[in-house]
């Protein structure tokens, strides 16, 4: 369906492409409501509906969000419909093949979304446990609804088991997680220690670098004391319940009262995260800016630039080519850099120019 709206002509992410979209799947249910095609087209819907909310309920042109209860009504009534529809492909009379697709799409909107982790978890224990391959996305989600929830002990005991599961992949999410909920609890020796083996003994997996940084960032802050800490730990706390005006202020308070803390940059990195996520682009552009300026030395400073970029491309092809071209020439090192030149060359081509910035 997404290639039929883009043939007449609409952009994904506008009010028309929504409107075309919505029409041809609701009709492809209307006649074909039974065939075993329909949880797929459900699930397109419901993953549609979920972008849909994202913009506010439709498309802001890259403007602030409109203030009252009629954006917050329309984001509301998007992810009523997006939840709806991810239940019908999962009560589906051949809905086996989407189960898990559709479970887990409801955890991430009523988790990211909508900020209710018990009924995540919930629905995420109603996914029906298979042999052979697993989702580890799954997991992953499961294991930060557990790190949000109010019930330590629970979550540590489910955090055990999924520690102790014989596919290593997922035992690296829960040792990942048992060290996260240390830091949670204030026990920043026992979160350390936690990272430190997992990085340690299981160098090649894909928790090991996240364990690592995890580690020294809360090893630096204990140096200092537990003022940063605290303050970064009630940050971390409130933006997982979706309280990001309480998230900010700590972090405000962060930078404020130590500024010299090796924490300092990540607060005002997580603070711009929180910003861009709630659509406070100005804002969050503007801390950004200050990471990659005053702490450029940073691991940080980099991925702040890259942010921009992505921010300002909704300015322009031009503005963005010109930001990504600042990161390229100072951080030519930069883990990420293949996927930078890749945008560049790709805007490059969009605009006409010449490739440059060492994108051949």
């Not at 403007?63 to 492909?89: Q, V």
Request: charged share 30%; no cysteine; aromatic share 6%.
């Amino acid at each position: 369906m997404n290639h039929v709206a883009r043939a007449r002509g609409e952009e994904r992410g506008t009010a028309g492409y929504d409107a075309f979209f919505a029409a041809v799947g609701r009709r492809f249910l209307d006649r074909h409501g039974d065939s075993a095609l329909a949880p797929a087209v459900m699930l397109m819907l419901a993953e549609n509906a979920r972008e849909k909310a994202g913009r506010g309920g439709g498309r802001t042109n890259g403007a602030e969000p409109r203030r009252g209860a009629g954006a917050g009504d329309a984001r509301a009534t998007a992810l009523d419909e997006a939840l709806s529809l991810a239940a019908a492909a999962r009560d589906h009379r051949h809905a086996s093949p989407y189960l898990e697709r559709a479970g887990a799409l409801r955890a991430r909107i009523l988790f990211e979304d909508l900020h209710r982790g018990d009924e995540a978890l919930a629905e995420l224990d109603r996914i029906p446990r298979r042999a052979g391959a697993r989702s580890l996305g799954t997991e992953e989600l499961r294991m930060r609804a557990l790190l949000a929830s109010a019930d330590r002990d629970a979550a540590a005991r489910r955090l055990d088991e999924l520690a102790a599961d014989p596919d290593s992949n997922a035992a690296r999410i829960g040792e990942y997680g048992l060290g996260a909920l240390a830091f949670r609890k204030g026990a920043y020796g026992a979160a350390v220690k936690t990272l430190s083996e997992l990085a340690e003994k299981h160098p090649a997996s894909a928790w090991a670098n996240d364990a690592l940084e995890a580690a020294i960032e809360i090893r630096g802050g204990l140096q200092e004391g537990t003022g940063a800490l605290d303050l970064y730990r009630a940050a971390v706390a409130a933006a997982e319940r979706g309280r990001r005006g309480e998230a900010i202020d700590s972090l405000s308070a962060l930078e404020r009262r130590h500024p010299e803390s090796a924490l300092a940059p990540r607060a005002v990195f997580m603070r711009a995260e929180i910003e861009a996520g709630a659509a406070r682009r100005s804002a969050a552009r503007a801390d950004f800016e200050r990471v990659a300026e005053k702490f450029p030395a940073h691991e940080l400073a980099p991925r702040a630039l890259e942010r921009i970029a992505a921010l300002v491309e909704e300015e322009g092809a031009g503005a963005a080519l010109e930001a990504y071209g600042v990161l390229m020439e100072r951080y030519p090192d930069y883990p990420f850099m293949e996927r930078v030149r890749e945008r560049y060359a790709a805007l490059a081509r969009e605009t006409g120019q010449a490739p440059g910035k060492g994108t051949k």
